[in-house]
């Protein structure tokens, strides 16, 4: 059971270029989150999606969009990468339904921009 | 707004000796409130939970949490810390609407010393 799969797993961008990260969960679960993690700041939420075809933003959402065709996959795009977007970024997806909402998280996408 | 806050940037524990990772919180109305451990190059796990019920919670490899309401804390303990608990903790907290996002501390690194 692979869980929740990030790729790549590094990337290093010159500032202007574009990218997409790619997040795939086999739990079938309806919510998916994309955060970023920098140091001493905990991690942000960017953007995130509560089914197919439906995102939402979170609390640090420029410079970012996002796409979930398909339930598995939520897909986080930089159109055109600053050095401020450098940083590791987080999938994490989850199940609806009841208080006990588990996030689980996949392995990480480290990023430079530079 | 939900908000949780980790006072300490890291904890030093020699192997053997109890650990304590201090989380504190402000919410309105119910807390739901999570511990997350981040090992080296790794994603997020889940640790343990409070939703409702016994102040004392017992989570994953020997860890447990004490909720007190009246001092809006949920500490994260483990009686005998093992070198191999040395990572990065994580308190968070779910927003009040229905879509399981989690508002995280800025993290705790504990290192525990043989």
């Known amino acids: 059971n692979a869980g929740v799969t990030q790729t790549p797993k590094f990337r290093v961008l010159k500032t202007g270029q574009s990218m997409t990260l790619l997040c795939a969960q086999d739990m079938n679960h309806e919510y998916m989150y994309w955060y970023r993690q920098d140091p001493g700041m905990g991690l942000r939420l960017i953007h995130y999606s509560v089914g197919e075809g439906t995102t939402a933003k979170g609390e640090v959402p420029d410079g970012y969009n996002v796409s979930r065709l398909k339930k598995q996959n939520f897909l986080l795009g930089l159109e055109s990468a600053a050095p401020s977007q450098t940083s590791v970024y987080f999938c994490?997806?989850?199940?609806?339904?009841?208080?006990?909402?588990?996030?689980?998280f996949g392995a990480g996408t480290r990023l430079s921009v530079l | 707004a939900q908000s949780v806050a980790q006072p300490e940037d890291q904890v030093n524990v020699a192997e053997g000796n109890p650990l304590t990772v201090k989380c504190t919180y402000s919410v309105s109305g119910n807390p739901y409130l999570f511990w997350y451990v981040q090992y080296p190059n790794r994603g997020l796990q889940f640790l343990l939970k409070?939703?409702?019920?016994?102040?004392l919670v017992k989570g994953s490899y020997g860890f447990e949490a004490e909720f007190n309401k009246s001092q809006t804390s949920f500490h994260l303990k483990k009686p005998s810390a093992l070198v191999s608990d040395s990572a990065l903790y994580f308190c968070?907290?779910?927003?009040?609407?229905?879509?399981?996002?989690?508002?995280f501390g800025a993290g705790t690194q504990v290192v525990v010393t043989p």
């Open positions: 994490a997806s989850g199940s609806a339904g009841g208080p006990v909402f588990i996030q689980y």
């Open positions: 968070a907290v779910r927003d009040t609407d229905s879509w399981g996002k989690l508002q």
């Open positions: 409070y939703i409702t019920g016994d102040n």
